[in-house]
């Protein structure tokens, strides 16, 4: 995918927010899309978002997790990755 689709898409997602702020998937696909562009304050924050609303969202943890890792935040992405794996053990 390229950025401008991912300006768009964050856009779009922007927007579902506004109208559902209460729904975590409007947060974790924004956060895939910030991910996507390298924009991983803004991915992070939102993964946080989405496991604030539905703490049972394994794949937030693992995306999380994911941007931990990429900001060199060891200690961090190892307990997201903990997390991911309690909620949903045989994923894989």
């Known amino acids: 995918m390229q950025s401008g689709e991912m300006v768009k898409a964050i856009s779009e997602f922007n927007e579902l927010i ?52 990429n900001k060199g935040e060891l200690n961090k992405s190892i307990s997201d990755y903990t997390d991911a794996i309690r909620l949903e053990p045989t994923r894989g």
């Open 18 to 69: 506004r109208l559902e702020p209460n729904v975590a998937t409007g947060y974790f696909s924004r956060g895939l899309a910030w991910a996507h562009i390298g924009e991983t304050d803004q991915a992070i924050n939102d993964y946080s978002q989405a496991i604030q609303l539905d703490p049972t969202l394994s794949s937030a943890y693992l995306q999380r997790a994911t941007e931990w890792d």
